[in-house]
């Protein structure tokens, strides 16, 4: 028995031996790198608790997930108990890097930032009938943020739909960023090629291949191979996103630059569909990331699942058979299910601002061998442009002003029987509208305070875009909006100095900055409201809007 017992304790003191030594290494790399990879137990731990804790990454085994950790999620880590090592990178990989744009010919290089920024200066300066370069905003060590819009008038702003294409919001994940520098390049020297023209002319095209530069190039701007998952400040941006289970700081961080300059371009852009391109798995990843299934679904989710379908068929045949098998044998998976996340950038175009995004993710390989690079354009060049061409798919039009032809912003529009959970779309600040959506007949309600709402039969059934204006006529005393006990109208979206909410029952209202502190709080009246904004500087916040029976949530941007 004495025996049995010192065992044991040997046993014990072993375990605890090692986790103190695991932690040392843990504790040593985040001193030069300040993010740290990390195997960890999921046999007694759940991933969604666990996902509050650090990054998961992948799924390494039955019982562990690769994760990512800074010096904070190190901490609650151990001091949740919960079992780790200290991910070792046994394989040698060769990274090249491009220092000129010559060099990116053959696309098996990665660029350095000054060759990455003269390529995408390169493509609007040699095409600038189809291609704009714009600035999306500034890094935390003041690297740019940039995106190319491309379309047959890239300087208009059209009434077609927007599709935003980035990549690489995870430093270390560059599959995506050559892919789609490799996109443009095609585009751009391939107009006269059919599936191109569909693009330039039925699609305005919004793309930045590369969301944080500054953990691209956290080893200097002449290499790649020292690129880290989170940005200069240590925090994943795709957990930096408010979020709607979790709130305006689901990660416990500020909201970050990188994170405040992506909600405003989204946000003044106004897109009606996305994909942010990801490495670490392969699959395609669709809404809600912070529900699993069987809790909540988003309202088109027969129509995510299919475009996922279509994306994963259009894979090449060249491609390796367990291509895209990595999560499940289909290549698709409902966000939550794989593993919940919370403050992505997915969840939050999606819910707060009424797009259409999805998580691809193109490669195992975080970061593949450079001389792999050319494979994954084989692989993914017709599932790219598949998904741009479901653009075109659904019913589009332009709300008007039935005596005045007045362009009518910040109309709702909503398929009845259907839409829930914020999945209903508006017209932008032209008054262009477009709803994606499976084939078959749907009753939709146009609605915007101060006029007449009106409710449509659009029959939906050949697969391409059917286009439908709508007039819609001013209220006046002699005939009221039509209405129920669970209306709330909050308009503009684009407010200066005021914001008018109007209800039908009495309600409370909370502002908050994206940093999730309440700026303003106080009850509605039932009927027309007027909320004084004079107070607040420049910038997005969210509104929050309580009755007995719903909880309403919106973003509003405040001008001066």
Excluded at 534 to 560: E, P, R
Aim: glycine content about 4%; some cysteine; charged content about 15%.
């Amino acid at each position: 028995m004495k025996n049995i017992f010192i065992s044991i304790i040997l046993l014990l003191f072993c375990i605890n031996l090692n986790a103190q030594s695991e932690l040392t290494k843990a504790k040593s790399i985040l001193e030069n790198k300040g993010e740290v990879k990390i195997l960890v137990d999921t046999k007694n731990n759940s991933l969604t608790s666990l996902s509050r804790i650090v990054c998961l990454a992948k799924k390494t085994s039955d019982s562990t997930w690769l994760a990512f950790a800074n010096k904070k999620q190190l901490d609650r880590v151990v001091d949740s108990n919960i079992q780790f090592k200290v991910f070792n990178e046994n394989t040698l990989k060769s990274i090249l890097v491009a220092t000129d744009t010559s060099q990116m010919s053959s696309w098996n290089r990665y660029p350095t930032y000054s060759t990455y920024l003269t390529m995408m200066k390169s493509f609007a300066n040699n095409y600038p009938n189809i291609c704009r370069l714009d600035t999306i905003g500034y890094t935390v060590n003041n690297r740019l943020l940039l995106c190319l819009i491309i379309s047959n008038n890239p300087n208009v702003n059209q009434d077609k739909p927007k599709f935003f294409y980035s990549s690489s919001i995870h430093g270390n994940e560059l599959t995506g960023a050559m892919l789609l520098l490799h996109l443009v390049d095609y585009i751009l020297k391939n107009q006269t090629n059919s599936e191109v023209s569909q693009v330039l002319n039925n699609i305005q095209l919004y793309v930045c291949p590369l969301a944080n530069p500054d953990g691209t190039y956290s080893g200097g701007n002449n290499d790649v191979s020292q690129a880290t998952r989170y940005n200069a400040n240590y925090v994943d941006i795709n957990r930096n996103f408010p979020d709607f289970v979790q709130g305006t700081h689901p990660d416990g961080e500020q909201t970050q630059i990188e994170t405040q300059a992506f909600i405003n371009y989204a946000t003044n852009n106004k897109f009606n569909m996305s994909c942010n391109l990801h490495t670490g798995s392969e699959v395609f990843n669709y809404p809600f990331d912070c529900y699993t299934s069987s809790t909540k679904t988003h309202a088109d989710k027969s129509w995510f699942n299919n475009l996922g379908n279509a994306f994963v068929d259009s894979i090449s045949s060249s491609a390796p058979s367990s291509y895209f098998t990595s999560v499940n044998n289909s290549g698709i998976v409902d966000g939550g299910d794989w593993y919940v996340v919370y403050g992505g950038r997915q969840d939050y175009h999606t819910y707060f601002l009424h797009c259409r995004e999805v998580t691809v993710e193109v490669s195992d390989d975080f970061m593949p061998q450079s001389s792999n690079l050319p494979n994954y354009w084989t692989y993914l060049k017709s599932s790219l442009f598949t998904f741009l061409s479901w653009c075109n798919k659904g019913f589009d039009g332009v709300c008007y002003d039935s005596l005045t032809n007045e362009r009518l912003y910040d109309v709702k529009i909503e398929i009845i029987n259907h839409d829930r959970d914020n999945s209903e779309v508006y017209s932008n600040n032209n008054g262009y509208y477009f709803r994606p959506i499976e084939n078959g007949t749907y009753n939709v309600s146009f609605s915007k305070q101060g006029y007449l709402s009106k409710t449509m039969t659009i029959n939906y059934s050949n697969s391409n875009m059917l286009h439908q204006n709508v007039f819609l006529t001013k209220a006046s005393s002699n005939n009221t909006i039509s209405k129920t006990n669970n209306d709330v109208f909050i308009y503009p979206t684009l407010c200066k100095n005021t914001l008018n909410i109007k209800t039908y029952c009495k309600s409370k209202y909370e502002i908050f900055d994206l940093q999730g502190r309440k700026i303003i709080k106080g009850n509605l009246n039932n009927n027309d409201n007027i909320i004084d904004l004079s107070n607040l500087n420049k910038g997005q916040y969210i509104i929050k809007v309580i009755n007995a029976d719903k909880q309403y949530t919106k973003q509003i941007s405040v001008i001066k």
